[in-house]
């Protein structure tokens, strides 16, 4: 058996960073995964996280807790509506969504490079995509190598000059349906995971808001069933 | 009464943050002072914050709890021995010393950046000292320039072109001594703030970690007396 080498995944039980964990693991990493507890109005999140990472036999998953709520700001954390049956045309061009949440995905990643420098991983996998993305500044390329700059600045690796530090976003330029075909190539079960912002009590999926309009219409372009359950 | 700018502040308790606080004052902002419990031994910083924010008259003081502990790693978050009466050249000159935690700057700077733009703030201050600075990574001045060029990208100010981040840290380029002098100059009472990292449990500090060595140099150097109790 050869060793592999470690890599922190961030995985939110999204189909997206589940298609990315395949990845990960299809790339010969041996990989660490890494939720965030941030919350959320409902733990449907981090029930899919953990059946994924169940699924998939990642040995190390660890749920890390931040109280975003403490900034307020968002619908995916204060008590605000999530818009819904917006078409993707209109969520692009409508500027930066309400669901934005401040400074998320550096957030993650700067917790994610602390186990990674910890773990001895150069390598830190993130689901972020720059076509379906909503609006959201944090998940274009110019900010991901804008971040990965930084991180080898921030760290041993940068004093010393060894093992560099590596955002790995393989999603990013891959429309929904391709991310979709890729992870059913991997073998990915879809039917673990979860993306509706307003799942009801059951964990069923609004199909309404903005990720529900994107995960049904990628399965559609992809000529793919969505395996999970909506409202 | 003028509008004063909102801007947030990292503040420990140490000298260097309690300093920082009333540059950012006399600079003629309103300060939102920003605290981390990240699994410390002690919960001196803590106290000491809140004495100094409280002191300051500061309006909006937030704890953020995180725990860095799930990362291991470092003599200030596990079990392991800090290192006593090191010369401030040894501290130096042997690399990065074991009390370095792990992307610590890069997630404290994360969370002020969240807050930063809930609160529409464009500038954050950090009291990171490339000088005495003890070998971190993260307290050197091409990092936190890459920080702030990642900032700028991060957040809604990147999209829209507006309200640009600045990461301010004023004592980068100053000695311990000069650190001291300046917050005296602006009335800071040093005996509420802490730097040990080993303080026994009335809190006294033990005169013999590499924060207490500088700590007692700097004000040797500035021909001050360090006001707070040692065993």
């Not at 060793?3 to 790339?27: C, E, H, K």
């Not at 999140?45 to 968002?74: M, N, P, Y």
Request: proline share 5%; glycine share 10%; charged share 20%.
């Amino acid at each position: 058996m050869t060793t592999q080498r470690p890599a922190v995944v961030l995985l939110s039980g999204g189909l997206d960073s589940t298609t990315v964990l395949a990845i990960a693991r299809d790339a010969g990493f041996d990989p660490h995964a890494m939720t965030f507890r941030y919350g959320q109005r409902h733990e449907a999140e981090i029930q899919a996280a953990r059946r994924v990472a169940a699924h998939a036999g990642v040995g190390d998953h660890v749920i890390v807790d931040i109280d975003l709520r403490t900034f307020g700001g968002s619908a995916l954390t204060a008590d605000i509506d999530v818009p819904r049956d917006r078409a993707p045309d209109a969520m692009a061009s409508n500027g930066i969504p309400i669901t934005y949440v401040p400074a998320r995905n550096t957030i993650f990643l700067s917790f994610a490079l602390a186990w990674a420098e910890v773990l001895g991983a150069g390598d830190i996998f993130i689901g972020v995509n720059a076509l379906d993305y909503s609006g959201y500044p944090d998940c274009r390329p110019e900010y991901i190598a804008a971040f990965e700059r930084m991180a080898n600045l921030a760290t041993r690796a940068g004093v010393e000059g060894t093992n560099p530090i590596r955002i790995q976003a393989p999603l990013l330029h891959l429309t929904k349906a391709q991310i979709i075909r890729r992870g059913l190539e991997l073998g990915v079960d879809f039917a673990l995971t979860t993306s509706c912002y307003d799942p009801d009590a059951r964990g069923w999926s609004c199909g309404h808001c903005d990720a529900c309009v994107l995960r049904l219409k990628g399965f559609a372009d992809a000529g793919a069933r969505d395996p999970i359950a909506y409202v």
